[in-house]
């Protein structure tokens, strides 16, 4: 378990965290899913508490310090996802060889600038937002809510490329104990946020089964970087749906 709880903390942050022994088991690569949201409270906790630190600065001014430290937690990771999977998915001109070569091309198109530009453009702009107020639940829930999809997508859609380095993940990940965590994750939400948090899922609910479907349509199933697309999405919803409703 605490490798598992390692190996996600390694592969989803660029925290330098050591993982003696052996290299990691595909069964504890698998284990390791079930981690990905609590990974995602960390991210959060750290971003609501810089707002908790910076509550007076400037809301743009902390919105863009907030921004800064989520990339590089991360390392970008999730965005590069975004990059490639936009790139292939204009550039594949519905082929699904030619969207799968150009994922695994590592130089980026324009579209590929254009996406990472509006996804971080929109989530600056809603924290911009968000910020004059408490916005402490919202960060906290956002990078969660991205790997809770992340890990729905894993539990209910093909992994297309069997050679894949996320393949092992999806292959042994506890599906029962997955659910179950998304489940909670949700139930967490509604909590959290009362009835904006049933339509924050519901908007994030419909937003899973149309990603998937054309995921399915196009390639047969997902890739990494099709996941890191979702997480990002996901994130950005989770911070401009809640300005968008009714007080």
């Not at 971080?120 to 999809?149: H, Q, S, T």
Request: net charge neutral; glycine share 12%.
């Amino acid at each position: 378990m605490i490798r598992a709880f390692a190996l996600a903390l390694q592969l989803l942050t660029r925290l330098p965290i050591p993982l003696p022994g052996s290299p990691p088991r595909p069964q504890e690569m698998g284990l390791s899913v079930l981690f990905f949201p609590v990974v995602g409270f960390l991210i959060g906790a750290v971003l609501a508490g810089l707002h908790t630190v910076f509550w007076l600065v400037e809301p743009s001014v902390l919105a863009g310090l907030i921004l800064a430290v989520w990339v590089l937690l991360t390392g970008g990771l999730h965005l590069d996802g975004l990059a490639d999977t936009a790139d292939a998915w204009i550039g594949g001109q519905g082929d699904r060889d030619r969207t799968l070569a150009i994922m695994k091309d590592p130089r980026s198109g324009p579209i590929a600038i254009v996406a990472i530009a509006l996804v971080l453009l929109n989530k600056f702009a809603a924290m911009e937002a968000l910020l004059v107020g408490d916005a402490r639940i919202l960060l906290l829930l956002a990078p969660v809510l991205g790997r809770a999809l992340v890990v729905l997508l894993l539990i209910t859609t093909p992994y297309v490329r069997p050679e894949g380095l996320g393949a092992p993940y999806a292959r042994f990940l506890p599906r029962l104990s997955c659910g179950l965590m998304v489940l909670l994750v949700s139930t967490a939400t509604v909590a959290a946020l009362d009835w904006r948090g049933g339509a924050l899922l519901g908007v994030l609910g419909l937003g899973f089964f149309g990603l998937r479907q054309a995921l399915l349509h196009r390639l047969g199933g997902i890739t990494g970087d099709t996941l890191g697309a979702a997480c990002e999405l996901a994130e950005t919803a989770v911070l401009l749906v809640p300005l968008l409703l009714p007080d």
